[in-house]
């Protein structure tokens, strides 16, 4: 008998994975195999998530599939020039309207999930049907676990007990690499730069700052991206290290 299921959650009725049967620390959860892959050193189209997207856009069966699974997905990335360049090349191939292109692309950027032996031995990108209905949070219940590193097949494994009727969570942006280390609005910079939304996990309500209660905290952070781009890259080297002192004023 399964010890997960799939229900609504919290006030926007959003379908997420929670404990249908008590969880034990340790237990494997669930495995789940991709719907589709792409490596993570080969991209046709400059990203991963591009040529994700075009997978789905040349086989109407894995498309049909992917939409059947309802995930949410919401527009909040600026296009850039090559992105533009791009909806419209693919639109003309698969004769589709370039909003739908974009609507795809943005659905993959938001919830395909990276796969591979270990955080820093990544062997591609994928997209899944169950794994994708747990939420991401700052304290999570559970992690992910390679089954298959080559082929992208995944679980998840409990951290904490988990009681039924419980939401099962992740860190979307790893465990090894520091993250769940950083300060909430490190956590919440990197999230918003690369997957668009901020958390909202009991972890981040605690920390949340005094003065950012009753700001509208997407459009904070989206704000603050575009205007630091350039000097978080520099002071971070490619991770956004850097930002904290940039968001205090140092």
Not at 223 to 250: C, M
């Amino acid at each position: 008998m399964a010890k997960w299921k799939v229900e609504k959650w919290g006030n926007a009725g959003e379908k997420q994975l929670v404990a249908a049967a008590p969880i034990a620390v340790g237990e494997t959860i669930l495995c789940e195999k991709p719907l589709v892959t792409v490596p993570a050193d080969q991209h046709e189209l400059g990203t991963y998530a591009w040529d994700l997207t075009h997978k789905l856009l040349a086989n109407a069966s894995l498309r049909n599939t992917y939409y059947s699974w309802q995930l949410k997905s919401e527009d909040v990335f600026p296009p850039l020039h090559n992105d533009t360049e791009i909806e419209r090349l693919l639109a003309k191939r698969y004769g589709v309207q370039r909003t739908l292109v974009r609507k795809l692309y943005v659905g993959v950027v938001t919830n395909n999930i990276v796969f591979g032996a270990g955080e820093k031995a990544i062997t591609g990108y994928g997209m899944y049907k169950t794994l994708s209905r747990a939420n991401h949070s700052c304290d999570p219940s559970a992690a992910m676990v390679a089954v298959d590193p080559v082929a992208g097949e995944q679980g998840l494994a409990a951290k904490l007990p988990i009681q039924p009727g419980q939401e099962i969570t992740w860190s979307y942006c790893g465990e090894d690499n520091g993250f769940l280390q950083q300060d909430y609005l490190i956590r919440n910079l990197s999230l918003v730069r690369d997957m668009g939304f901020v958390c909202r996990c009991s972890r981040c309500k605690k920390e949340l700052p005094s003065d950012l209660k009753g700001v509208d905290r997407l459009r904070f952070f989206m704000d603050f991206l575009a205007q630091h781009e350039d000097s978080i890259t520099k002071r971070a080297t490619g991770t956004l290290a850097g930002a904290g002192d940039l968001v205090q004023g140092k």
